[in-house]
């Protein structure tokens, strides 16, 4: 699962303002522009987004001073991305609703990719890998931005992963929104 391409462009327009408008009033990079046309750019996003989510008070302004007259309901959307989940994540399948993503507390979530559906990023799973989950509308997507770490896993780590799986399934417990306390089964 996917966001559509309307929701992919509205995402990058309020994302791309966001990183832009911490990157000025923090001075991080200079001349910081989109879209992203080397690696070299993509490391510089991942400088300011370490910023921007070690610091809840940029969202606010953001918001406040609305540097790219963003609508209201675009302006709430990144209101909602307080609610976000860091960390390191293993991908332990693909399903047609989402790709599941297990977090360091055992948590399991149901994550849509942006323009691209998950399992063409990361074929391969279980994957180890390290990003932040962020609300839109009601399903969880990933910033853009991820770090896969090479590691294998033995059958018994793999057996464990397919477990927390199967029970957050049985006992609808896959998170499938961070605006509220919304689980549901992935299918």
């Excluded at 991080?28 to 993509?42: E, K, Y």
Aim: with cysteine; charged share 25%; net charge negative.
């Amino acid at each position: 699962m996917q966001l559509t391409e309307a929701e992919c462009s509205r995402f990058y327009k309020i994302w791309d303002s966001l990183i832009l408008f911490v990157n000025s009033r923090l001075s991080i990079v200079q001349g910081m522009s989109f879209p992203c046309d080397t690696m070299a750019d993509l490391e510089n996003v991942v400088i300011v987004r370490s910023a921007l989510w070690a610091d809840d008070s940029l969202l606010d302004k953001f918001a406040m001073e609305n540097p790219n007259d963003l609508s209201n309901a675009d302006l709430e959307l990144s209101m909602t991305w307080k609610n976000r989940v860091g960390g390191l994540f293993i991908v332990e399948r693909h399903l047609k609703k989402g790709s599941i993503f297990i977090d360091e507390n055992d948590n399991v979530y149901s994550v849509a990719g942006l323009f691209t559906a998950v399992p063409d990023l990361i074929p391969d799973v279980p994957s180890y890998l390290e990003t932040f989950l962020i609300p839109f509308e009601n399903r969880i997507i990933w910033d853009g931005l991820v770090n896969l770490r090479p590691i294998r896993f033995g059958s018994n780590i793999r057996k464990r992963f397919r477990g927390l799986y199967v029970s957050a399934k049985s006992n609808n417990e896959i998170i499938t929104s961070l605006t509220g306390k919304a689980v549901a089964t992935a299918r």
